[in-house]
Protein backbone atom coordinates (compact mmCIF):
# COMPACT_ATOMS: atom_id res chain seq x y z
CA UNK A 1 0.00 0.00 0.00
CA UNK A 2 1.26 2.99 -0.93
CA UNK A 3 1.54 6.00 1.70
CA UNK A 4 1.24 9.53 1.71
CA UNK A 5 5.16 9.96 2.46
CA UNK A 6 6.27 7.49 -0.63
CA UNK A 7 3.79 9.28 -3.03
CA UNK A 8 5.55 12.65 -2.35
CA UNK A 9 8.67 11.13 -2.90
CA UNK A 10 7.73 9.52 -5.75
CA UNK A 11 6.38 12.98 -7.21
CA UNK A 12 9.66 14.47 -5.88
CA UNK A 13 11.96 12.12 -7.95
CA UNK A 14 9.79 11.99 -10.79
CA UNK A 15 10.19 16.28 -10.59
CA UNK A 16 13.86 16.03 -10.12
CA UNK A 17 13.82 13.59 -13.16
CA UNK A 18 11.53 15.91 -15.38
CA UNK A 19 14.36 19.04 -15.14
CA UNK A 20 12.68 20.68 -12.14
CA UNK A 21 15.12 21.25 -9.99
CA UNK A 22 17.29 24.76 -8.89
CA UNK A 23 18.97 26.49 -11.57
CA UNK A 24 22.82 27.21 -11.33
CA UNK A 25 21.73 30.50 -10.47
CA UNK A 26 19.97 29.16 -7.12
CA UNK A 27 16.68 30.08 -9.00
CA UNK A 28 13.97 27.70 -10.06
CA UNK A 29 14.71 26.37 -13.45
CA UNK A 30 11.34 25.87 -16.02
CA UNK A 31 11.15 22.32 -16.95
CA UNK A 32 13.19 21.07 -19.84
CA UNK A 33 10.58 19.06 -20.90
CA UNK A 34 6.72 18.60 -21.33
CA UNK A 35 6.45 15.49 -19.03
CA UNK A 36 2.96 15.63 -16.97
CA UNK A 37 3.23 13.32 -13.98
CA UNK A 38 0.08 12.34 -12.26
CA UNK A 39 0.24 10.66 -8.83
CA UNK A 40 -2.74 8.54 -7.51
CA UNK A 41 -3.31 7.47 -4.09
CA UNK A 42 -5.29 4.23 -3.48
CA UNK A 43 -6.27 1.39 -0.98
CA UNK A 44 -6.40 -0.68 -3.49
CA UNK A 45 -3.50 -3.00 -4.13
CA UNK A 46 -1.81 -1.97 -7.96
CA UNK A 47 -3.77 -3.78 -10.72
CA UNK A 48 -1.27 -6.26 -12.81
CA UNK A 49 -2.71 -4.87 -16.07
CA UNK A 50 -2.02 -1.42 -15.64
CA UNK A 51 -0.06 0.40 -17.76
CA UNK A 52 3.40 1.34 -16.97
CA UNK A 53 4.46 5.02 -16.87
CA UNK A 54 6.58 5.77 -20.45
CA UNK A 55 9.91 7.04 -20.05
CA UNK A 56 9.14 9.63 -23.13
CA UNK A 57 8.17 13.06 -22.86
CA UNK A 58 6.36 13.17 -25.69
CA UNK A 59 2.92 13.53 -25.10
CA UNK A 60 0.38 10.74 -26.53
CA UNK A 61 -3.09 10.71 -27.31
CA UNK A 62 -3.37 6.63 -26.69
CA UNK A 63 -6.12 6.19 -24.68
CA UNK A 64 -4.42 3.85 -22.63
CA UNK A 65 -2.59 6.95 -21.33
CA UNK A 66 -5.27 8.79 -19.90
CA UNK A 67 -5.78 8.19 -16.00
CA UNK A 68 -9.36 7.45 -16.65
CA UNK A 69 -8.32 4.76 -19.00
CA UNK A 70 -8.18 1.69 -16.48
CA UNK A 71 -12.20 2.80 -14.76
CA UNK A 72 -14.73 1.09 -16.48
CA UNK A 73 -17.33 3.61 -18.10
CA UNK A 74 -20.78 3.23 -16.88
CA UNK A 75 -23.69 3.52 -19.00
CA UNK A 76 -25.17 6.73 -19.17
CA UNK A 77 -28.71 7.04 -18.26
CA UNK A 78 -31.76 7.57 -19.93
CA UNK A 79 -34.96 7.95 -19.33
CA UNK A 80 -37.21 4.93 -18.37
CA UNK A 81 -39.81 4.81 -20.84
CA UNK A 82 -43.51 5.25 -20.30
CA UNK A 83 -46.20 2.80 -21.59
CA UNK A 84 -49.16 4.55 -20.64
CA UNK A 85 -51.26 7.50 -18.36
CA UNK A 86 -52.06 5.19 -15.94
CA UNK A 87 -48.53 3.75 -15.27
CA UNK A 88 -47.08 4.13 -11.86
CA UNK A 89 -43.05 5.13 -12.64
CA UNK A 90 -42.57 4.67 -9.20
CA UNK A 91 -43.71 4.85 -5.15
CA UNK A 92 -41.85 5.78 -2.72
CA UNK A 93 -42.96 5.38 0.62
CA UNK A 94 -41.55 7.15 3.84
CA UNK A 95 -42.13 6.08 7.01
CA UNK A 96 -40.47 5.79 11.11
CA UNK A 97 -38.53 8.65 12.24
CA UNK A 98 -38.95 10.16 15.73
CA UNK A 99 -42.54 11.35 15.08
CA UNK A 100 -43.50 8.09 13.03
CA UNK A 101 -44.53 10.14 9.98
CA UNK A 102 -46.41 7.88 6.88
CA UNK A 103 -46.10 10.09 3.43
CA UNK A 104 -46.24 8.39 -0.13
CA UNK A 105 -45.22 10.20 -3.45
CA UNK A 106 -46.16 8.23 -6.79
CA UNK A 107 -45.07 9.21 -10.11
CA UNK A 108 -47.20 8.18 -12.74
CA UNK A 109 -46.75 8.08 -16.98
CA UNK A 110 -49.04 10.75 -17.69
CA UNK A 111 -46.33 13.10 -15.56
CA UNK A 112 -48.47 13.56 -12.23
CA UNK A 113 -47.09 13.67 -9.16
CA UNK A 114 -49.40 11.82 -6.25
CA UNK A 115 -48.85 12.71 -2.74
CA UNK A 116 -50.17 11.70 0.61
CA UNK A 117 -49.33 13.15 3.75
CA UNK A 118 -51.26 12.92 7.18
CA UNK A 119 -54.36 11.47 5.66
CA UNK A 120 -54.19 14.17 2.89
CA UNK A 121 -54.02 13.71 -0.64
CA UNK A 122 -52.45 16.09 -3.67
CA UNK A 123 -52.05 15.69 -6.97
CA UNK A 124 -49.88 18.08 -8.97
CA UNK A 125 -48.20 18.36 -12.52
CA UNK A 126 -44.46 18.08 -13.16
CA UNK A 127 -43.18 20.01 -16.06
CA UNK A 128 -41.93 18.10 -19.07
CA UNK A 129 -38.12 19.15 -17.13
CA UNK A 130 -39.03 17.32 -14.27
CA UNK A 131 -40.59 14.47 -15.42
CA UNK A 132 -37.90 13.84 -17.92
CA UNK A 133 -35.21 14.40 -15.00
CA UNK A 134 -37.33 12.19 -12.69
CA UNK A 135 -37.35 9.18 -15.59
CA UNK A 136 -33.62 9.52 -16.55
CA UNK A 137 -33.09 8.85 -12.22
CA UNK A 138 -35.25 6.00 -12.82
CA UNK A 139 -33.48 4.75 -15.70
CA UNK A 140 -29.89 4.84 -13.93
CA UNK A 141 -28.24 1.45 -14.51
CA UNK A 142 -26.60 2.15 -10.96
CA UNK A 143 -29.83 1.84 -9.35
CA UNK A 144 -29.63 -2.19 -10.84
CA UNK A 145 -26.88 -2.72 -7.95
CA UNK A 146 -28.73 -1.78 -4.96
CA UNK A 147 -29.68 -4.14 -2.53
CA UNK A 148 -33.14 -5.07 -1.89
CA UNK A 149 -33.03 -4.33 1.51
CA UNK A 150 -30.56 -1.14 3.11
CA UNK A 151 -31.54 -1.28 6.58
CA UNK A 152 -29.31 -0.38 9.88
CA UNK A 153 -31.33 -2.75 12.24
CA UNK A 154 -29.26 -1.33 15.18
CA UNK A 155 -30.45 2.28 15.01
CA UNK A 156 -33.74 3.74 15.92
CA UNK A 157 -35.85 6.63 14.67
CA UNK A 158 -34.65 6.71 11.36
CA UNK A 159 -37.07 7.26 8.00
CA UNK A 160 -37.31 4.31 6.27
CA UNK A 161 -38.18 4.34 2.42
CA UNK A 162 -39.85 2.13 0.21
CA UNK A 163 -39.24 1.85 -3.11
CA UNK A 164 -41.19 0.78 -5.67
CA UNK A 165 -40.36 1.05 -9.16
CA UNK A 166 -39.10 -1.48 -12.34
CA UNK A 167 -40.84 -4.34 -10.85
CA UNK A 168 -38.88 -4.63 -7.90
CA UNK A 169 -38.54 -3.31 -4.42
CA UNK A 170 -36.13 -1.61 -2.17
CA UNK A 171 -36.06 -0.54 1.12
CA UNK A 172 -33.52 1.54 2.87
CA UNK A 173 -32.65 4.42 5.86
CA UNK A 174 -29.93 5.27 3.52
CA UNK A 175 -27.43 4.88 5.94
CA UNK A 176 -25.53 2.57 2.50
CA UNK A 177 -23.88 4.50 -0.09
CA UNK A 178 -26.13 4.61 -2.82
CA UNK A 179 -25.80 7.64 -4.66
CA UNK A 180 -27.91 6.67 -7.54
CA UNK A 181 -30.92 5.75 -4.98
CA UNK A 182 -30.32 9.00 -3.11
CA UNK A 183 -30.38 11.12 -5.88
CA UNK A 184 -33.55 9.59 -6.88
CA UNK A 185 -34.69 9.73 -3.27
CA UNK A 186 -33.96 13.69 -3.07
CA UNK A 187 -35.63 14.01 -6.09
CA UNK A 188 -38.61 12.41 -4.74
CA UNK A 189 -38.48 14.22 -1.42
CA UNK A 190 -39.09 17.45 -2.46
CA UNK A 191 -42.56 16.64 -4.28
CA UNK A 192 -43.45 16.19 -0.19
CA UNK A 193 -45.27 18.89 1.24
CA UNK A 194 -43.44 20.74 4.01
CA UNK A 195 -44.65 21.76 7.32
Do not use: H
Amino acid sequence: MLTRSSVMVCAAAALALAGCSSGDDGKAAEPTDETVVTATVSDAPPSPAAPSASPSGSASSDASASPSASVPASASPSPVPVTGPDQKLVTMTVSGGFAGVNRQVVLRGDGTVRTTDSGKSAVRRTTAAQFTTLRTLLGDPALDDVPAFAIDMGSADKFQYTLQFDGRTVMTDRSTDAPALDRLIGALEKWLPTG
